[in-house]
């Protein structure tokens, strides 16, 4: 699971394009957006993108999105319980 999360942290840093952020920096815990890493709407959609393209794993809709990127940590307790499907 900890590698797992370390690759969410290095794909949201690099491929959202976070200024002055490195991977290790990102708490597990810590909101995704808003006050946390500070992302809006536009970065969930290409989160949405991003977990399909890097993870193969399909975010159905905005309650699900909303459940799914609350945290690093939540994240990627959903990556792997949908690959266990």
Same mark, same amino acid.
């Given at each position: 699971?900890?590698?797992?999360?370390?690759?969410?942290?290095?794909?949201?840093?690099?491929?959202?394009?976070?200024?002055?952020?490195?991977?290790?920096?990102?708490?597990?815990?810590?909101?995704? =957006?808003?006050?946390? !890493?500070?992302?809006?709407?536009?970065?969930?959609?290409?989160?949405?993108? !991003?977990?399909?393209?890097?993870?193969?794993?399909?975010?159905?809709?905005?309650?699900?999105?909303?459940?799914?990127?609350?945290?690093?940590?939540?994240?990627?307790? =959903?990556?792997?319980?949908?690959?266990?499907?």
């Amino acid at each position: 699971m900890q590698e797992l999360k370390e690759q969410i942290k290095e794909m949201v840093v690099r491929d959202l394009k976070l200024q002055g952020i490195e991977p290790s920096e990102i708490d597990d815990n810590a909101p995704l =957006f808003e006050e946390g !890493l500070g992302l809006d709407s536009l970065d969930a959609v290409e989160l949405v993108v !991003l977990v399909q393209k890097h993870f193969d794993v399909q975010i159905e809709d905005m309650d699900e999105g909303q459940a799914a990127f609350k945290s690093i940590n939540t994240l990627a307790e =959903f990556i792997t319980a949908s690959r266990s499907k």
